[in-house]
């Protein structure tokens, strides 16, 4: 039994809520290692056996944590200067606070996409409420059992966004940013899963982006080598050496890897365009020695090649990629048009780099072109070599321009 268990709280009068949050409750907190200079948190409650509180003030007296947290010596800015969220769920504001203030610290972000995201976070949350009637975004996360029922809510709500919003980038954007919420609540253990991880398969949105950047070769070379570890390392080479997806990258099995024979691949039951493979024309040596680390390393280890402990699936998510990718890339100094690049940047270099290798071969055909009196290397293409040898001479120059990147292993 649990301390908050033992404690019958529907019994207390307000007055005796008050002396036992001073003698119990207050010096509890500072063993823990809470500040006491900031109000306490429901979570920092629920994390020294006392979140029974909220409830009692609620249902026993109608007032909330952060009243009765005033009425014991915590006193906070004026409301005025507080950012109004806009809905009744103290719970619900204490996350999204937190997870703004992690937005503010530790992405260093500028100021005005910080306030844009939580813009962006307090429609969702306002809508949310204006559909269910209530915006408790928390607490049915860390109960699998909810889970259906979850994302039928969040679902509900970004039909609302659908046909409100204009355009697709605008939907994709909020829906970006409320997922990554949610993966942020993954990521301190307060949610078993994200609602929101699956929504953009529900509808038909796709940004449209004609002026794509993406990293050129020497950066992915000064990536490579500002590595520090061997996750780090297989992460640059799964974007930008594989051309995968930031959440494909996260959720890496080896049961996906066949490593041997002439065809060496990825395989992917579900993509974004159906199932599929990818060729691992570059880097097999290092992706297996990495599967032979990790099976070394730990007897329990369940396949993921970016496992995670703390996670209900077992490996990373995607914005733990992203983060990893950001972190090479600050320390290697590289930047793309002045801003840091994103995970999507490495499979966009993958991209003009096979795209590239198609055009060299192309050149590379005009000499035979020319001799068989055509005008169109693409002829000789097409019609002269099977399906097979137009695979091979394109992965092989493909395979130089990834050396030239990454460097000769």
């Given at each position: ?63 909330t944590l952060s009243e009765f947290c005033r009425s014991v010596g915590y006193f906070e800015a004026d409301d005025s200067d507080a950012y109004p969220w806009g809905i009744d769920a103290e719970t619900t504001v ?209 396949g993921y090649l970016f496992p995670s402990r703390q996670a209900e699936s077992g490996h990373v998510v995607g914005e733990t990629i992203q983060a990893r990718f950001q972190r090479v890339a600050d320390r290697a ?5 002045g801003e840091m690049p994103t995970s999507k940047m490495g499979r966009r270099f993958w991209y003009t780099t096979y795209l590239g290798s198609q055009t060299q071969l192309l050149e590379n055909l005009d000499a ?42």
């Amino acid at each position: 039994m649990n301390r908050q268990d033992r404690i019958r709280w529907s019994h207390k009068s307000l007055e005796e809520l008050q002396s036992f949050w001073n003698k119990e409750i207050e010096p509890e907190l500072r063993r823990a290692g809470h500040d006491l200079d900031e109000r306490p948190t429901y979570q920092d409650l629920l994390e020294v056996g006392y979140g029974g509180l909220q409830d009692a003030l609620r249902e026993q007296h109608d007032t909330t944590l952060s009243e009765f947290c005033r009425s014991v010596g915590y006193f906070e800015a004026d409301d005025s200067d507080a950012y109004p969220w806009g809905i009744d769920a103290e719970t619900t504001v204490d996350e999204l606070e937190s997870y703004v203030r992690t937005l503010d610290r530790r992405r260093n972000l500028a100021e005005s996409t910080v306030t844009t995201k939580r813009s962006r976070l307090a429609t969702y949350a306002r809508l949310y409420r204006d559909v269910h009637g209530q915006a408790d975004l928390v607490d049915r996360l860390a109960d699998l059992a909810h889970q259906a029922d979850e994302i039928e809510h969040v679902l509900a709500v970004f039909d609302e966004l659908d046909r409100d919003l204009e355009s697709a980038e605008s939907k994709l954007r909020y829906l970006g940013d409320v997922s990554q919420f949610y993966e942020h609540l993954q990521r301190r253990g307060k949610a078993a899963y994200n609602p929101a991880d699956t929504i953009d398969m529900e509808y038909g949105w796709e940004r449209t982006e004609p002026d794509n950047a993406a990293l050129s070769s020497e950066q992915v070379r000064r990536l490579y080598d500002a590595v520090e570890t061997p996750d780090e390392e297989l992460l640059v080479l799964a974007l930008c050496g594989w051309g995968l997806r930031r959440n494909e990258v996260a959720a890496l099995h080896v049961s996906q890897l066949v490593l041997e024979g002439d065809d060496p691949h990825i395989y992917f039951e579900e993509r974004k365009n159906g199932p599929g493979t990818v060729a691992l024309i570059y880097g097999r040596g290092t992706l297996a020695d990495r599967i032979d680390a990790l099976g070394g390393r730990d007897r329990g280890w369940t396949g993921y090649l970016f496992p995670s402990r703390q996670a209900e699936s077992g490996h990373v998510v995607g914005e733990t990629i992203q983060a990893r990718f950001q972190r090479v890339a600050d320390r290697a100094g590289v930047r793309v048009r002045g801003e840091m690049p994103t995970s999507k940047m490495g499979r966009r270099f993958w991209y003009t780099t096979y795209l590239g290798s198609q055009t060299q071969l192309l050149e590379n055909l005009d000499a035979i072109a020319e001799d068989q009196g055509s005008s169109d290397a693409n002829v000789v293409l097409k019609n002269y070599l099977s399906e097979g040898e137009r695979r091979k001479y394109r992965r092989e120059y493909m395979r130089e321009r990834l050396a030239e990147a990454f460097g000769v292993q």
